[in-house]
């Protein structure tokens, strides 16, 4: 071996174009670890779509490739939300379903046959990928050393805080947003770095497709402004950030107004404010001040324009006050209001509180979701106040905001994710920097400086106090490579901690449960689609469907049956219809269900199987939200035990035996035990010997282990009769005569 | 023969005429007691007066414990409410339009009443709707309003009220000026400003200093991210105890904690990133080479410790979990 190709060995990885090609390939291999951590469940289970939402979209999607986009744009579904219907076209965000749309038609056009299920359930794994390289772009304008890019890519790639929103199959809004979340605020960075007008337009296209794709856009509606204003109160105003700022919301706000669902809420509802009349205001007078400024030199001038700039600001102010109170702008939605007031939600608008991703999180979660990244994140924090440049300042703005709306709600874990992964990613590469430096320093030379360093000291008085001393770098073998391999070690942790969660807690459709027989073997609990292959062989097509809003896009997906409520809560109003209708007794329900054309009824009940989601444990929300608006006829106090505990077995209340949910979930329950045993193995208590017995429905489909349950409900009695005594009579049971009151027998002598 | 039985209830109501005032002089009489003060203050004759059987009007009576004898937080919480319902009502409805008569029962004047009705908690509101008359309720017995959810407001006893009286005025709740407030408020205002004006300078080095916004900021991440806003929502207790006498720090499940558990994360997480920043930032800087080894050491054997240390506690906390490093395994 000749010294050459030592020599080139050795320089590889040096040149420029070497870190280039080795750059793209990391890259792509992270791109394919993000998507390949996503597979799980199309593996263990198959090609399916998840849980509750991913049905609607998946329906539109389907609507959208079979009828055109014009046709989409204004489709009123008739299916849903029965008698209403909803305004399905102007009520979505559908950037999700036309970028399916089009990758469908784009691979048709290249003569590729592909089902659109598959490009559906592909769809947020795909995306993930760019996802990750989004999170390099974006890391690369906050740190110098290019290895926090990569390390973000990975971080981001594989969190499991992003992986529980885009496994294979969970085809939600949120499986593009966040690649277009993180791209914007990239593209936002640039174009204030550069004060670059194009940039600053790109920024707003991507903003605009982000406004289509998902509701949390808000979230950048908001934390620009923001951002724009920390800047400003540190005085950092400049041109950069009025170009890059009026380009961006002007351009992107003219765009979000494009999608009917969004239309004119930019200039009229209050969470859109700061970003109009806040800072867009107060830049145009910070601007015209410059001006004016540059022209007059006077001293005195410039104190009063201050004042004049304040004054406006605050004027401004009032102005808005007045127009919200006086209704020309819309106060805070209630969603976007419980974030702050956090008691809001759970006393005025119950179905927000009770979707279970709307809780607060606890610690665990954060850990879990996160791992070693929890804490590595305020160390790369810490690190942004060392230079503090513009970039900086967005990450700081965005740690505390994210920090605070994840800690609120336990969904928005989604937008924190992606600045815990490129602070933690600066973080993490500066340490590995320090100790992977092949060059000690050496003791003397040091030494010899360290006294006649006055003037670093006083250079670096304005930044941190830490970093007041100069650099000298690491000593030794034995540090360098006990941190080194710490680093290493919980790096591999981390890699570890992320397929262990996704294989376990994030992989399950839900659609489809998986359990483990005794002998360790896989055994898959398919209730759901077959009680929804049920509904759809064996009922008329347009047979209306009354279920719990959770299972409206299923039923509408799965069983296509039309269904009074759905996840699409726009109103309440006829949620707690439904609510009512399950948790009052059959003489009130059957009334409602007749006025609304129901055919059947399904619940879900887990007693049989453990399955703990089921109705019974929703039922107080039902309960709740029907209380909201009938609080006379449904009462959460009735349900209760005197004291004051939730209980269904014997002791369990008489309103609770009589509503129609207790009995739907219980009925012939009794006959799979023997006599007395009966068992609810989900709230553990064994349930009275006699079980309810219903007179206005019947039942029609029981699943296999017994989660889904059908009823259909009974047309009117052909003799007029009312159902309870109809019941009755076919019990077997005599009608009740009033027995007329007779004297003694008497013998009668003559 | 229509007529008779009119006839008929009129003879009766002349009979009970006689026995008792009339439904009519009954409210006169408490309404006039209730301009002069309320709510009404009721004794055991008085009480039994107001809710017999034929009323034409109604009658929402407080039944309550606020003597301090029985500790009854809830009924002391609630009463200045009450009292700002009645007053307010009476205010808006002087000529008795609504005819409803507000008034109070304590414990201490009726507590035969109390018996009687078997009442083990307090306060209670009970409303009498009439018997005769153009609003006569179905039944007689009084409903109930419930305290289930802690204190009311007098705005929700009065949506309460008013959804039971139906086309009566219901004259609505007005809160008084509370004038203590706005003057206390107004003078700490101006106080502050003047404080603000006069530290400036002192202030205006600490505000720009970058180090105090550094920490802030960090401080808010790790009390955020450790739960800190799930404690705020939910009250959760601060420790709780374990049956036995002592006490358990880390409540059991996934999604539940403690308030003094969530402490020692946020505070574990903060060793963990400080450590972290101390390696990056402040290690390099050393410059004798035997200080920085044992720097070395001593930051990177805090985080290793503390990062097993909290895995640990993470299994206590998820069962299942199965990563862990040395040496608590």
């Known amino acids: ?750 | 023969m229509r007529w008779l039985p009119a006839f008929v209830s009129a003879l009766c109501a002349t009979g009970t005429l006689a026995a008792k005032k009339s439904t009519e002089q009954r409210f006169t009489e408490f309404h006039t007691k209730s301009l002069a003060s309320s709510p009404v203050k009721l004794l055991d004759a008085s009480y039994r007066e107001l809710t017999s059987a034929p009323r034409d009007y109604t009658a929402a009576i407080l039944l309550t414990a606020l003597d301090a004898r029985f500790g009854c937080q809830l009924c002391r919480e609630f009463q200045p409410e009450w009292d700002l319902l009645s007053k307010s009502w009476v205010k808006g409805d002087k000529s008795g339009d609504s005819r409803l008569i507000l008034a109070t029962l304590d414990f201490s004047d009726g507590r035969d009443i109390f018996m009687s009705l078997g009442l083990q908690t307090a306060p209670v509101l009970f409303l009498f709707p009439p018997t005769i008359g153009p609003h006569a309720a179905a039944s007689p017995e009084p409903i109930r309003y419930d305290f289930v959810n802690g204190p009311q407001s007098a705005e929700q006893v009065h949506a309460w009220l008013s959804r039971h009286l139906p086309d009566r005025p219901h004259p609505p709740v007005k809160r008084p000026i509370n004038w203590i407030k706005w003057i206390f408020t107004t003078t700490m205002l101006a106080g502050s400003l003047t404080a603000a004006v006069v530290a400036w300078p002192y202030v205006l080095p600490i505000i720009q200093n970058r180090n105090v916004w550094a920490a802030i900021s960090l401080i808010s991440i790790l009390l955020f991210t450790s739960g800190h806003m799930f404690n705020r929502i939910r009250g959760v207790p601060y420790v709780s105890g374990d049956g036995r006498g002592g006490i358990t720090y880390f409540a059991s499940g996934f999604q539940n904690q403690f308030g003094m558990e969530t402490q020692i994360v946020a505070a574990m997480y903060g060793v963990l990133s400080f450590a972290a920043i101390a390696l990056t930032v402040k290690v390099p800087r050393i410059a004798d080479a035997k200080a920085q080894g044992v720097a070395v050491l001593a930051w990177g054997g805090a985080m290793f410790l503390m990062y097993s240390f909290l895995l640990s506690i993470f299994r206590v906390k998820n069962g299942g979990y199965p990563f862990s490093l040395p040496p608590f395994m």
């Open chain 1, 1 to 750: 071996m000749s010294a050459d190709t030592l020599e080139v060995l050795a320089s590889a990885g040096k040149g420029q174009s070497t870190r280039t090609v080795l750059r793209f390939i990391i890259l792509s291999l992270i791109a394919g670890a993000a998507i390949a951590s996503r597979l799980f469940s199309v593996i263990r289970f198959e090609s399916i779509i998840h849980e509750f939402d991913p049905w609607f979209n998946f329906r539109a999607t389907k609507y959208l490739v079979a009828n055109g986009f014009y046709n989409f744009w204004d489709w009123f579904d008739d299916r849903t939300w029965h008698p209403l219907g909803r305004v399905t076209g102007g009520t979505l965000y559908p950037g999700l379903m036309v970028t399916s749309g089009v990758i469908y038609h784009a691979l048709r056009a290249l003569t590729i046959p592909v089902d659109i299920r598959n490009i559906c359930v592909l769809l947020a794994p795909a995306f993930s990928g760019l996802t990750a390289f989004a999170a390099y772009l974006l890391t690369n304008e906050m740190a110098p050393s290019p290895s926090a890019g990569l390390l973000a890519a990975i971080f981001m790639g594989i969190a499991p805080g992003y992986i529980s929103r885009s496994v294979a199959g969970s085809y939600d809004n949120e499986a593009i947003a966040i690649f277009l979340l993180v791209f914007t605020f990239f593209l936002w960075i640039r174009a204030l770095k550069q004060g670059s007008m194009l940039w600053g337009a790109l920024c707003a296209l991507f903003y605009g497709y982000m406004v289509a794709s998902w509701g949390g856009y808000a979230f950048i509606t908001c934390l620009l402004p923001l951002h724009a204003f920390v800047l400003i109160c540190m005085g950092r105003y400049s041109t950069r950030l009025y170009v890059a700022y009026t380009t961006w919301y002007a351009l992107g706000t003219l765009a979000s107004m494009q999608i009917p669902f969004v239309g004119f809420l930019p200039v009229k509802t209050s969470e859109h404010m700061p970003a109009l009349a806040g800072i867009f205001g107060f830049l145009q007078l910070l601007a015209f001040l410059d001006y004016v400024r540059s022209a007059i030199p006077s001293r005195q001038f410039q104190t009063f324009l201050w004042l004049f700039a304040g004054g406006t600001f605050g004027l401004g102010l009032a102005a808005l006050v007045i127009a919200t109170s006086a209704g020309f702008i819309a106060p805070w939605s209630g969603r976007f209001y419980s974030l702050w007031d956090t008691g809001y939600a759970k006393i005025h608008i119950p179905i927000i509180a009770s979707v279970s991703e709307h809780q607060p999180t606890a610690w665990p979660a954060f850990f879990f979701d996160l791992n070693m990244l929890i804490w590595l994140f305020p160390a790369g924090v810490y690190l942004c106040f060392q230079q503090l440049a513009d970039e900086h300042v967005f990450i700081v703005v965005y740690a505390l905001f994210g920090s605070y709306f994840a800690g609120v709600m336990v969904r928005l874990m989604l937008t924190l994710t992606p600045v815990v992964c490129v602070a933690a990613a600066i973080s993490a590469s500066s340490l590995l920097d320090t100790y992977l430096n092949v060059k000690s320093p050496n003791p003397e030379e040091h030494q010899a400086d360290d006294s006649a360093d006055g003037s670093a000291k006083k250079a670096a008085k304005a930044g941190l106090k830490s970093t007041s001393k100069p650099v000298v770098g690491v000593y030794g073998w034995l540090s360098k490579g006990s941190v080194a391999g710490a680093m290493t070690v919980y790096l591999i942790l981390f890699v570890l901690h992320c397929t262990w969660v996704t294989s376990n807690a994030y992989s399950s459709p839900s659609v489809v449960l998986a359990s483990r027989m005794p002998d360790g073997s896989q055994h898959i609990i398919d209730d759901y689609r077959e009680a929804y292959q049920w509904l759809r062989q064996n009922t008329r097509e347009d047979a209306k469907i009354m279920s719990w809003w959770d299972y409206g896009y299923q039923i509408g997906g799965m069983a296509d049956r039309p269904t009074l409520v759905d996840n699409n809560t726009w109103n309440n109003t006829h949620i707690a219809t439904v609510g009512k209708a399950m948790s009052s007794r059959e003489e009130v329900s059957y009334p409602i269900m007749r006025q609304h054309e129901v055919d059947y009824v399904l619940v879900v009940f887990g007693g049989l199987l453990g399955y703990s989601g089921d109705d019974i444990n929703k039922f107080l929300w039902m309960v709740r939200i029907a209380e909201g608006i009938w609080p006379d006829e449904v009462k959460e106090r009735e349900f209760f035990t005197p004291r004051g505990e939730y209980r269904v077995d014997g002791e369990a209340t008489e309103t609770m035996k009589n509503s129609l949910m207790y009995k739907m979930s219980y009925y012939n329950y009794n006959s799979l035990f023997p006599p007395g045993q009966a068992q609810d193995r989900v709230r553990g208590s064994r349930l009275p010997e006699v079980g309810p017995s219903l007179s206005t429905i019947e039942e029609a489909f029981t699943s296999e282990n017994w989660i889904i349950r059908i009823y259909k409900v009974k047309d009117l009695d052909n003799f007029g009769r009312d159902h309870a005594s109809a019941a009755a009579f076919d019990r077997g049971l005599k009608k009740k005569k009033v027995n007329k009151k007779k004297g003694p027998r008497q013998l009668r002598v003559d």
